[in-house]
């Protein structure tokens, strides 16, 4: 699928954005077969990788997809975002008390993919699965979360987990909306300023509208991980 946008990208630049993969290492493989193999057959002068967040959770390898986005980090020079879920993460590395709100949002299928079970849910457990956790994660893991980012702007673009704000300047986002932001965002119709590529919010098919574009499938259910090629004014689903 093609699509024409309001916004583009400067000449001789191409940006891959991927949507939520959720624990589905399997589809991550695919998708960046694709890209490369898009690569090869479109040669650009430059190609950005750009993850929009929520790598981890409810599917069953969250340590596989990072074990594959650090690798692109440091390859690649791969742009991943921060989403809501692995906030939780690492809110619970230095706060055991948020284990019980973690695991509803399928925390313990991340656990479960490091090599960690738990057992009943009190304060003693919750310390001691952090504790797992922390000994459990490989140091590349440790710097690959150091190193995401809440926002990346390219041309007339703004990448972003969940979206913004709506009538507030970009530059003054709460961290917090752009991580968790739904209905004010998703139900918006002004301009603003960028064209916002997202994902958090499931959808059957990519929405590509004046304002925005939600790439969420909702892979770890659906089986279906989302990326976009954007080349000038072009996005073409790959």
Not at 75 to 104: D, T
Not at 197 to 203: A, E, M
Request: charged share 20%; aromatic share 8%; with cysteine.
């Amino acid at each position: 699928m093609r699509s024409s946008t309001l916004g583009a990208l400067p000449p001789g630049v191409r940006v891959y954005a991927v949507g939520d993969i959720h624990g589905r290492s399997d589809l991550l493989v695919d998708i960046i077969d694709r890209i490369e193999s898009d690569i090869r057959r479109r040669p650009i002068n430059r190609a950005i990788e750009v993850y929009l967040g929520d790598y981890i959770d409810r599917g069953p390898d969250s340590k596989g997809v990072i074990d594959q986005l650090a690798v692109r980090m440091v390859r690649r020079g791969a742009i991943c975002l921060r989403g809501n879920h692995e906030s939780f993460l690492e809110e619970f590395l230095v706060n055991p008390k948020i284990f019980p709100h973690w695991i509803r949002l399928g925390g313990l299928q991340t656990l479960a993919s490091y090599g960690i079970s738990q057992g009943t849910l009190d304060v003693t457990t919750c310390n001691a699965v952090q504790r797992s956790l922390q000994l459990a994660l490989p140091r590349t893991h440790r710097l690959f979360f150091q190193c995401l980012q809440n926002t990346f702007y390219y041309g007339d673009f703004l990448f972003v987990h969940a979206g913004i704000r709506p009538g507030i300047p970009l530059n003054q986002q709460d961290p917090r909306d752009l991580m968790w932001i739904r209905e004010d965002f998703l139900m918006s119709d002004q301009p603003h300023g960028k064209i916002v590529v997202h994902g958090h919010t499931p959808v059957a098919h990519p929405e590509i509208r004046h304002n925005r574009i939600n790439i969420d499938t909702g892979a770890w259910r659906s089986g279906v991980l989302t990326c976009i090629a954007i080349e000038a004014s072009t996005v073409l689903v790959l």
